[in-house]
């Protein structure tokens, strides 16, 4: 059997990083894959640039053209998609264009194709034209969703699960709908899309099965993976001197220091800025800040940090986790978050608000603290009792990560693709 993935992209982001993780382990597991993206970043063997639609000259230089136009006036078509587009303030894609020449995917010796985060690498048009098994995972909910890539819970829209119509669109949402335009085009193209689905998260699954979209398919929990040869405990002492991090100080960790200053960002750093304010002697931490720091962030924290910035190296990322004796997650929605496993991997302690798929990771006092949805000062409260019981709490990490078994993974996988490849309607019919 040889599967094709495809996504966006083959570095940087959760989905980028799990896609290639699974493809790296399909290939050690003797399954031939290989990950399609419409530009390689990576050095993997396993790794190639998906085909380009062949188009006319005019209508490459029509694109480049509004490329240009888009970098040089992109301040005002920022304000203006703010002002006029939609309020929701939830990540979009629409997804409509993209150069990927399906027709190659259809003519390729591939038996399944395995879609990931697919935004920008084939549009929506092209997927329903892709004539053969077809097992789509779910980074996000934007499969079942509008252009939305979570539901918008912030304004308690929930037309995923009944449709986007003129009247239900939530009254603190203005300008054009976007989500609604964005579901029409799946509904019209996606309902008789013949797919499997697959969800890292108990949440996530639970999202499709109550969508009006994909609710009858069916959907399989099949968890990202960890490489458990990459992300495990390190010395803290020594990586401590190695990036001259306090040995007297407690140490906690966190990722996107960015937007404080938008209620509805999906990442919840003003959550994480109120619960530091409510730690009693913030003289005793030190925050490791992974990936970009915002400087609103950085102005607004009394305690000492160290900003390490994006890190490719998963020796030095595991290394920094082993340093924290607490991860905290202020996210308002979760699939499943890849900080929270890595952390869980390298034997740390997560605080995090439960939501979406996090209690899939973290139990309750047993491996970490679920705080309260939104509640700044339970957050704080979760911080505290991590590093208080952190030797309990890091010794039972093992126990949890353990339940995140690659090869069990792998096997999951396999199981799917070989039911999408014998129960698709396009073997069936032979229009392969």
């Known amino acids: 059997m040889k599967i094709l993935l495809i996504n966006a992209f083959d570095n940087g982001g959760g989905a980028a990083i799990s896609c290639l993780r699974l493809t790296t382990e399909l290939n050690r597991h003797g399954v031939f894959a290989r990950l399609g993206v419409p530009e390689k970043k990576s050095v993997s063997p396993y790794v190639f640039e998906l085909p380009k639609k062949k188009t006319q000259f005019s209508v490459k230089i029509a694109r480049k053209f509004a490329a240009y136009f888009g970098k040089v006036f992109s301040p005002f078509t920022k304000h203006f998609k703010r002002k006029f587009i939609t309020t929701n303030r939830i990540f979009h894609s629409t997804n409509f264009f993209s150069e990927t020449d399906v027709e190659w995917i259809n003519d390729s010796d591939f038996d399944v194709v395995n879609l990931h985060w697919i935004n920008g690498a084939i549009c929506n048009k092209d997927i329903a034209k892709i004539r053969k098994p077809i097992v789509w995972t779910m980074h996000d909910s934007w499969p079942c969703c509008g252009a939305e890539h979570h539901p918008n819970i912030a304004e308690g829209d929930t037309r995923w699960k009944e449709g986007y119509f003129s009247g239900n669109k939530p009254k603190t ?43 009858k398919k069916k959907c399989t929990l099949i968890p990202n993976i960890i490489p458990k040869d990459e992300f495990y405990m390190r010395n803290k002492n020594y990586v401590k001197e190695l990036f001259n991090i306090p040995k007297d100080k407690i140490i906690i960790g966190f990722g996107a220091a960015y937007n404080i200053d938008d209620p509805k960002s999906m990442k919840g750093s003003h959550y994480l800025i109120d619960a530091l304010k409510k730690l009693a002697h913030p003289e005793n931490y030190f925050i490791i800040l992974f990936g970009p720091a915002g400087g609103a962030f950085t102005s607004q924290v009394s305690i000492q940090y160290f900003d390490s910035g994006y890190i490719s190296n998963t020796n030095i990322l595991a290394s920094l986790y082993s340093a924290c004796d607490c991860i905290i997650n202020p996210s308002l ?91 698709s309607i396009v073997q069936k019919t032979g229009l392969a």
């Open 333 to 423: 929605i979760e699939n499943l978050s890849t900080i929270c496993l890595e952390a869980v991997f390298c034997s740390v302690p997560v605080a995090a608000f439960d939501v979406g798929g996090t209690g899939d990771i973290v139990q309750h006092k047993f491996n970490g603290y679920l705080a309260k949805p939104y509640d700044s000062s339970d957050l704080a409260n979760g911080i505290v009792y991590c590093t208080e019981h952190y030797g309990e709490l890091s010794e039972n990490c093992a126990q949890v990560a353990r339940r995140f078994d690659t090869d069990e993974i792998i096997k999951k996988y396999y199981d799917v693709y070989e039911y999408a490849l014998n129960n």
């Open 173 to 215: 949402t203005s300008g054009i709908d976007l989500c609604r335009k964005v579901w029409n085009q799946k509904k019209k193209y996606f309902s008789d899309l013949d797919v499997s689905f697959v969800a890292p998260s108990n949440w996530e699954c639970d999202i499709l099965k109550s969508s009006a979209l994909f609710g």
